[in-house]
Nanobody, 117 residues
């Protein structure tokens, strides 16, 4: 079992920055990729960024050049640095961890990010 807990959300003006953190615990050795998803009211949950065990990254087109995902394996933590935030980035952001087999997905409780115009 893996547990992931997000932190770092909040309210920020457009053009501002926030950094989200996701701390993983439990069977850390079984984790392959970790990522961030977001869900705005009335919308489906969508991928924001993902980082593999080897450090490869992938981003949604809408956040490329503004968001950076990184990981600190010593702290079992993944970060999402969000710069030049836009009102359309407003959503609940969820951390996700995928098992090595791809069979299991673990989700955090979500953290609210609100960007005012």
């Amino acid at each position: 079992q893996v547990q992931v807990v997000e932190s770092g959300g909040g309210l920020v003006q457009a053009g501002g920055s926030l950094r989200l953190s996701c701390a993983a615990s439990g069977s850390i050795f079984s984790i392959n990729a970790m990522g961030w998803y977001r869900q705005a009211p009335g919308n489906q949950r969508e991928l924001v960024a993902v980082i593999s065990k080897g450090g490869s990254t992938n981003y949604a087109d809408s956040v490329k050049g503004r968001f950076t995902i990184s990981r600190d394996d010593a702290k079992n933590t993944v970060y999402l640095q969000m710069n030049n935030l836009k009102p359309e980035d407003t959503a609940v952001y969820y951390c996700n961890a995928v098992s090595l087999t791809g069979r299991y997905n673990y989700w955090g409780q979500g953290t609210q990010v609100t960007v005012s115009s």
